[in-house]
């Protein structure tokens, strides 16, 4: 009997915009209209992550550490709250704007720009397995050494591995990379962010702050998403919708940062 997969990522992003990979999820219907939903959940990521940040995925136990979770039949509590059922008053409007013609629920969690408010994860489409980076060095890595805390961070939140001549991540020490850098990362972060509003308050003193510039862009977020599009992981329109400015804007910024 034909079915059809969506196969979709469960993330999550925490206060510093670190993206984590916490599960793939796969959505299987055949032609006599049953279905099944499943989930496989990235231990080697959800390991390391802090109580206040990750709960767990709702409507799963983890604690019993399976490979996979199975709901045949039955809609999952993740998706169940945070999707539209077929019962919906406006659930063919829903549809329309994200360009569908039939209910599937994961293909509209995956499409759509509403966000659950009761936590922090999202779903993207699943594209591709862990990526392994290869640089002969870290350094190749990023150009400043600034950047590299926040790159290495990337990979191992997201369940990636490097292999490199001076340091190598991977599931058996994630999580010791993880306790190390996120608060190198964090420290770096803050102190930049005093020294910023420190700035802007002395200005005030001053009288020489004019306010706000129209559009404000955390310095932190521009390099590191910069840095991703010098790498060519990201395309310019993807970067400046990222930050939520114009093309033309991220480009005028990133000659900016070049000339510094």
């Known amino acids: 009997m ?11 992003k925490d206060d510093y915009k670190f993206a984590y ?3 793939k999820i796969e959505y299987e219907e055949w032609e006599d209209g049953e279905y099944k939903y499943r989930f496989y959940p990235f231990y080697n990521v959800i390991d390391m992550l802090p109580p206040h940040l990750f709960q767990g995925i709702p409507g799963l136990d983890l604690s019993l550490r399976r490979a996979s979770y199975e709901r045949k039949n039955l809609v999952p509590v993740f998706i169940s709250e945070r999707t539209p059922g077929e019962n919906r008053e406006d659930v063919w409007q829903l549809l329309e704007e994200n360009g569908m013609q039939v209910l599937n629920r994961l293909e509209w969690l995956i499409r759509t720009n509403k966000r659950y408010s009761g936590d922090r994860f999202y779903v993207k489409r699943f594209e591709k397995d862990a990526v392994n980076y290869t640089p002969r060095s870290m350094y190749d890595l990023v150009p400043r050494s600034d950047l590299l805390i926040g790159k290495l961070l990337d990979i191992i939140c997201f369940g990636d591995y490097l292999f490199s001549e001076e340091i190598e991540i991977n599931d058996h020490n994630r999580k010791d990379y993880y306790r190390l850098l996120m608060p190198m990362y964090i420290e770096a972060y803050e102190r930049k962010r005093k020294t910023r509003l420190d700035g802007i308050e002395e200005a005030k003193n001053k009288r020489l702050y004019r306010g706000r510039m129209a559009i404000g862009i955390d310095p932190l977020l521009f390099d590191k998403i910069a840095n991703a599009y010098r790498h060519r992981e990201i395309t310019a329109e993807k970067a400046a919708a990222r930050l939520g400015i114009s093309i033309a804007t991220f480009y005028r910024r990133l000659r900016h940062d070049d000339n510094r």
């Open 2 to 12: 034909l079915s059809y997969i969506t196969s979709g990522l469960i993330c999550m």
């Open 21 to 23: 990979k916490i599960a």
